[in-house]
């Protein structure tokens, strides 16, 4: 049991990390070139994805399923580089604008959470997580 919820923890906190690493990277690459920062944005947020299709069996097969992952990931990124590329060409008269615009990031990201804590369905098999059990635990060779 111990095992199956350490590899939860694990999924959760790379994919949260790499959540906020997405933010501080564009951050920190803005300051030199808003494209290279906005790539990199997007490169680190598809590779959260791509791990989290990794550890979470079946992902992504239904297309409603597929839809609140697209929606969850894919919304936020795309507000936040609204707001990155409106920094530059806002007066600060109007910065309640780009605050409105990341606010959702937010909301969007603790839904997020919430999404994956109901999909891995704790608790349904020998108290381990439904969708990331073990191989030994699932009856799979």
């Known amino acids: 049991g111990y ?18 690493l997405s933010y501080y990277v564009v951050g920190v690459l803005c300051v030199t ?13 598809g590779l959260s994805f791509m791990l989290l299709k990794l550890d ?9 399923e597929y839809f609140f992952v697209v929606f969850y990931m894919g919304v936020p990124t795309f507000l ?3 707001g990155f590329l409106l ?3 806002l007066e600060m008269q109007h910065e309640t604008l780009l605050t409105l615009l990341v ?23 020998c108290c381990c997580p439904g969708r990331q059990r073990p191989a030994e635990l699932s009856g799979d060779p």
């Open 56 to 64: 979470i069996a079946d992902m992504g097969e239904d297309w409603v």
């Open 33 to 45: 070139t808003l494209s290279g920062g906005i790539t990199a944005f997007f490169g680190v947020k």
């Open 103 to 125: 606010t959702p990031c937010f909301v969007l990201h603790g839904l997020w959470i919430l999404y994956i804590a109901l999909d891995l369905d704790l608790g349904q098999y």
């Open 3 to 20: 095992d199956a919820y350490a590899r939860v923890c694990m999924c959760l906190g790379m994919n949260q990390m790499l959540q906020a």
């Open 87 to 89: 920094l530059e060409n």
């Open 80 to 82: 936040a580089c609204g």
